[in-house]
């Protein structure tokens, strides 16, 4: 998956409980990305980052939080304040933001709710 | 709104057989267009990456083209594998009016190859 790991694959999360969804590329990308994907939509930008200590909002970023303390590291909190966190949840890296940047993709975490 | 359409929704061929997916993108303004490869559960790759001066590229068996001037795109695959079989996402790229580079992506055709 182009250096860059997610996990856990599969997550589940209770009522009212905030779960951090790991990302760690090798790829000295400056810029990272978290996607959701859900069936019969395109994948939305939750929050991105260009640099380390900086990230912006994406489309969907209420409930979410996000840090990037490490340029090798962008983890994803999903916070009980999102109502409806079912969904397949992607990370990416591109060398940087803009022009013909190939953003790489993680595998994947599946979150689903009990 | 920017919109990215994709079409057929899904597409079952026959092993060995030609298959042409459909894009078109009313995104604006405009400056990279992308095909990824999708396996069921796994993250998208990238196929091919074209910018707006670009008609077309070419992956292996993957050629992709592009008409800025209609906005449409196509990927076509010459003589599928059954490790073909997953789905294809579109994407256009460019520079937003609050100087934001954006990716919208299409919601994807799902093929399947049949053996």
């Known amino acids: 998956d182009g250096g860059i790991t997610q996990s856990p694959k599969y997550l589940f999360r209770k009522e009212g409980q905030n779960v951090t969804l790991s990302c760690e590329q090798n790829?000295?990308?400056?810029?990272m990305y978290w996607y959701r994907q859900d069936p019969g939509q395109g994948l939305r930008l939750i929050y991105y980052s260009q640099i380390v200590n900086d990230f912006q909002k994406g489309d969907i970023a209420e409930g979410y939080s996000v840090s990037r303390e490490k340029k090798e590291s962008f983890p994803l909190t999903v916070t009980s304040a999102q109502k409806n966190p079912t969904a397949f949840y992607l990370c990416?890296?591109?060398?940087?933001?803009?022009?013909?940047?190939?953003?790489?993709f993680g595998a994947g975490t599946r979150l689903s709710v009990l | 709104k920017n919109q990215v359409e994709q079409s057929p929704q899904s597409l079952i061929i026959l092993e060995g057989k030609n298959c042409t997916l459909q894009?078109?993108?009313?995104?604006?303004?405009?400056?990279?267009l992308r095909w990824y490869k999708q396996d069921t559960g796994r993250g998208p790759v990238s196929l091919t990456i074209m910018t707006f001066s670009e008609n077309t590229k070419s992956n292996g068996r993957y050629t992709a083209t592009l008409d800025a001037d209609t906005k449409q795109s196509s990927l076509h695959i010459t003589a599928s594998q059954l490790s073909d079989s997953a789905s294809y996402i579109c994407v256009v790229s460019g520079w937003s009016t609050s100087g934001t580079y954006k990716y919208i992506f299409g919601t994807g055709t799902r093929l399947k190859v049949l053996a």
């Open positions: 990416a890296s591109s060398m940087s933001s803009g022009s013909k940047n190939i953003q790489y």
């Open positions: 790829l000295n990308h400056d810029a």
């Open positions: 894009c078109n993108y009313t995104v604006s303004p405009f400056s990279n």
